[in-house]
């Protein structure tokens, strides 16, 4: 079979007639091919492989291009990668691979093609298409992957306790695949998968993260972790998740699967947002159930002081995965301490006071506080589905138009503290802090408005309160 049309990028003749000035064969492979056998819109990463020096013959490729790009060497890997129009190529010789128990570094020599393809992960990602004159655009499958594209199947070259054992990154990729692209893991696959599990361990964080994003960032992530979770790699990536699988039952009192529920407000989410780190406050939204689970004869089971927990545990998880210790951290860990607050208004009559102190506490964030707690909506029951959604769109209506009126996002202080000492003759001190407190409270609670001139008169009113003598007085 022959796919020129897939070869249209001007950058393939450049590589064909640059692989043939150095006598070179040369080969696109992976992820584009397998990309534009699934109509999936053109790859911009592109991976080539050359029988002979990959470098070699990216150093020719970027010779023969006008723009002359910086080509990047990485001797150690024997690979190199250059940036031209909208991709970028990486380049490669083909090689053959053998590993060691304790790391998923291969030792490498020269190989052929199909020495090539039998390194690749999957099937699908082992396809080729010929770069050379006289063959332009010939598909090469040595493993039948055009089948399983065709049946939607993740399945490796060869043998599947092999090729998950030498690298057990693999593990998470082929999950990964399966989530993207809603395809199934064949089940010697997922047999071997299982048994490997725990070679995850030699897996570097990092790495584990970014594949944890991309089923995140998946139309359903729920199909990645429900495989995570089948094949016991979850305990060992995420065991705050596992933690809240299973349901226990005391004279006749359950509670749900917190760990179903989790996943299910997840895919939620992803409907409504791609917001990365909104997905992941929703992943660990409840993770602070298991710890705080306990059972009460008159209530039954409660989790009380969870989303505090939650809080907490996000920030240890973040640091022990090595994910991001900044803003975005604070984010999820905002997002999972707040996320019953608009639970509790939208069953309880909505007061200014209540929205206006949501608003303070989640400033920015309050919207995307609102979709997380929409995406909490799991009930089957449609009258009660229908009923919760109209009490959060209640919410909603009256953020607004609190907002509006009482601007308290982000809220600064009408009065400042230098304001106050100046009015009082004073230094720094706790009085300061008391009539801020008071200023921000009456606020909150409507007793003034959120003015210069309403706060400037509590302030003295509060200041004469304390015993505070007016030096000076607007």
């Known amino acids: ?54 470098i070699k013959l990216a150093l020719q490729v970027a010779k023969n291009l006008p723009s002359k790009p910086k080509v990047q060497v990485f001797k150690t890997y024997g690979t190199a990668m250059l940036r031209h129009d909208d991709v970028e190529i990486e380049f490669v010789g083909a090689r053959k691979e053998s590993y060691t128990e304790d790391s998923r570094n291969p030792a490498v020599e020269n190989g052929s093609l199909e020495d090539d393809q039998n390194r690749r992960d999957f099937t699908i990602n082992a396809l080729a298409l010929n770069l ?66 725990n070679r995850i361990k030699i897996i570097t964080n990092e790495r584990i993260v970014t594949e944890l994003n991309k089923i995140l960032e998946s139309k359903k992530p729920s199909i990645g972790f ?41 895919d939620n989410i992803t409907a409504s947002t791609n917001n990365l780190w909104l997905r992941w406050a929703a992943l660990l939204h409840d993770i602070g159930k298991a710890p705080t689970k306990k059972f009460n004869k008159k209530v039954g089971w409660t989790f009380h002081g969870h989303e505090f927990e939650g809080s907490k545990m996000v920030y240890r998880l973040f640091k022990r995965l090595k994910m991001p210790l900044n803003d975005k951290m604070k984010f999820v860990q905002k997002m999972v301490l707040m996320s019953s607050r608009p639970i509790v208004l939208a069953q309880d009559l909505v007061t200014d006071s209540a929205v206006r102190r949501l608003i303070f506490d989640a400033g920015d964030y309050v919207d995307n506080l609102m979709t997380l707690c929409e995406a909490d909506i799991t009930t089957k029951n449609p ?9 959060f769109k209640i919410v909603r209506d009256k953020i607004v138009e609190v907002e509006a009126r009482d601007q308290v996002r982000n809220f600064q202080p ?23 407190e008071t200023i921000k409270e009456a606020i909150l609670e409507g007793d003034i408005p959120n003015d210069f001139d309403a706060a400037y008169k509590l302030m003295l009113k509060k200041g004469k309160a304390l015993g505070l003598k007016i030096e000076i007085e607007l």
Do not use: C, W
């Open 383 to 391: 009258k009660k589905f229908k009923k919760y959604h109209n009490n």
């Open 226 to 266: 429900l495989h995570l979770e089948k094949t016991g790699l979850l305990k060992h990536i995420l065991p705050e998740l596992t933690a809240l699988k299973g349901i226990d039952e005391i004279e006749g009192q359950r509670h749900k699967d917190n760990f179903y529920h989790t996943l299910e407000v997840v």
């Open 132 to 197: 050379n004159e006289s063959h332009f655009g010939e598909l090469l499958d040595s493993f039948n992957g055009i089948h399983d594209l065709g049946n939607k199947i993740i399945k490796t070259p060869l043998n599947p306790d092999i090729t998950y054992s030498d690298d057990p990154l693999r593990m998470l990729r082929a999950i990964r695949f399966a989530t993207q692209l809603s395809f199934n893991i064949e089940k010697k696959s997922l047999e071997a998968i299982t048994q490997n599990s």
């Open 1 to 54: 079979m022959n796919y020129k049309e897939a070869l249209k990028h001007p950058i393939f003749k450049i590589i064909s007639q640059s692989a043939k000035e150095l006598q070179l064969e040369s080969y696109v492979i992976g992820g584009f091919v397998r990309d534009f056998l699934l109509n999936r819109g053109d790859a911009k990463d592109i991976d080539v492989v050359a029988i002979g020096d990959g």
């Open 414 to 436: 009408p009065v400042s503290g230098e304001e106050i000492m100046k009015a009082f003759n004073l230094k720094p001190s706790r009085e300061i802090g008391i009539i801020k």
